[in-house]
């Protein structure tokens, strides 16, 4: 026990490294904050005060789904089919290191890095500091559809050229629930989108109606992805186990 978690966080060390050293891993993972910087003093910059809830509840709930959407389709998908393609996988597990360990490293540091860039867009929206535990509680349970998604996705990808084509799907999903504004049609399906849950919930936290009935729906879809996406990974990872 205590040598795989020595192992795990060796790889969960390595992964962060490379995601410092690596540019465009590293502006992905910023770019979340940039465009809340954007949004906030930018374009809502002169939003009339009786706006300001709305705008709130529209970068609350946003934040979120951009970062998974940013972070996961690079330090997931991308640095899985890279680290595939340089053989970097098959030299770990020479190592007897498992793939298993391997995941759960990539996993680890990738919702690490979720809940750090979630916390600074936190602050830069500005709303009241007591709702930061509840956000962060909403957008780490959130994001798990997401990360394992990737992950699958990640394990399907033969190279880097391929998981350029499948990180499209992951940011177009994470960022769904930002078009309900667009209509009825475009809320229903967001809503039911896999980070559509958890843009419902961020916005029933910033109107104070988190801890009502109306979060049920919310909470059965984002729990309802996160179990269809890890069966999904489950399967894949023991079928290319067994292929390899």
């Known amino acids: 026990m205590n040598a795989a978690l020595r192992k795990i966080g060796a790889l969960s060390i390595k992964d962060a490294k490379d995601l410092v050293r690596n540019p465009a891993i590293a502006v992905c993972a910023l770019m979340p904050i940039g465009f809340m910087l954007l949004y906030r003093y930018v ?14 509840s529209f970068l609350i709930g946003t934040a979120p789904c951009f970062a998974v959407g940013m972070i996961c389709a690079m330090t997931i998908l991308y640095a899985l089919s890279e680290e595939k393609e340089k053989h970097t996988l098959r030299t770990l597990m020479l190592a007897n290191v ?74 177009v999903l994470a960022l769904l629930p930002m078009f309900s504004m667009f209509g009825e049609s475009f809320e229903t399906i967001a809503s039911y989108s896999p980070c559509g849950g958890m843009y419902d919930l961020m916005v029933m936290l910033q109107e104070g109606r988190l801890f009502t009935s109306d979060a049920l729906v919310a909470l059965a879809v984002m729990f309802g992805w996160i179990a269809v996406c890890a069966i999904a990974f489950v399967l894949v990872f023991k079928k290319l186990g067994k292929d390899n």
């Open 98 to 171: 498992s793939a298993g360990q391997v995941m759960i490293a990539k996993v680890f540091v990738s919702l690490a890095v979720i809940v750090i860039v979630d916390v600074v867009c936190f602050f830069v929206i500005g709303v009241d500091v007591s709702l930061l535990a509840p956000y962060i509680a909403i957008a780490f349970f959130g994001s798990l559809s997401i990360v394992l998604l990737s992950l699958v996705l990640g394990l399907v990808s033969r190279d880097m050229v391929s998981s350029g084509v499948y990180a499209l799907p992951i940011i």
């Open 43 to 56: 374009m809502f910059a002169n939003v009339p005060s009786e706006a300001e809830a709305e705008m709130n």
